[in-house]
């Protein structure tokens, strides 16, 4: 564990070679930028939803799937801070409003309840975020943005299979009752949710 770790701080770091040396940035496309945001606001939700997972769960596998997701948020969060900043590109500091609710239903379960509500959110949320992933890789013409959407195409799809080995995810109501929509956060930042 502790060497996919340092595996991945140094993949973090060793893709994001021309944030080190301060080259002039290209222009941030649409894209690259809302997925910088994205990411930024991942971490914001999905570290204090891992940290839950340490102190409600029943079951040791979504403890892990918690402590991994913290580590790995964490280190994305080291990560996106030096490249948005290479781009000037404002990042948020709160979760968004529907983030923060998930946070707040997550809080109200405990036991078994907690596990289901956090496989079933955080699943959802993943399964959203790794097609702009993909997109993201495919079509940016920024070799940094590319490089660091790898790192994030792997981290996204080991959370996704975490979240499924715990048990707690029902693929045939993972995005029932509460369907994909297009919310407005009160920033006014749209977003696809769960």
């Keep these: 564990m502790k060497r996919l770790l340092a ?8 893709a994001l070679p ?3 040396n301060a080259q002039v940035a290209p222009p941030l496309t649409p894209l690259d930028a809302d997925f910088l945001i994205k990411v930024k606001y991942a971490n914001l939700w999905e570290i204090p939803a891992g940290q839950m997972a340490q102190e409600r769960s029943v079951n040791p596998k979504t403890q892990e799937a918690g ?7 964490a280190q994305l969060d080291i990560a996106i801070r030096p490249l948005a ?4 590109l404002a990042l948020p500091s709160q979760a968004m409003d529907i983030q923060k609710s998930w946070l707040s239903e997550m809080a109200a379960a405990s036991g078994s309840d907690f596990d289901s509500v956090y496989a079933m ?9 790794f097609a702009q992933v993909g997109q993201v890789r495919a079509e940016t013409h920024d070799p940094d943005i590319r490089k660091f959407a790898d790192t994030a195409n792997t981290i996204v799809l080991r959370h ?10 029902d693929f045939n109501n993972l995005y029932n009752p ?12 749209s977003m696809i949710v769960a």
């Excluded at 699943?123 to 975020?129: D, F, K, L, S, T």
């Excluded at 996704?160 to 995810?169: D, I, S």
Aim: no cysteine; hydrophobic share 55%; net charge positive.
């Design 178 to 189: 509460t369907p994909l929509l297009l919310k407005t956060d009160s920033d006014g930042i």
């Design 85 to 88: 900043a290479r781009y000037n």
């Design 7 to 14: 595996a991945l701080v140094f993949l973090l770091f060793a």
């Design 18 to 20: 021309g944030v080190a």
């Design 121 to 129: 959110r955080l699943r959802a949320a993943h399964g959203v975020i």
């Design 160 to 169: 996704m299979t975490l979240l499924e080995a715990t048990g707690g995810v």
């Design 67 to 73: 402590r991994v997701m913290m580590t790995d948020h």
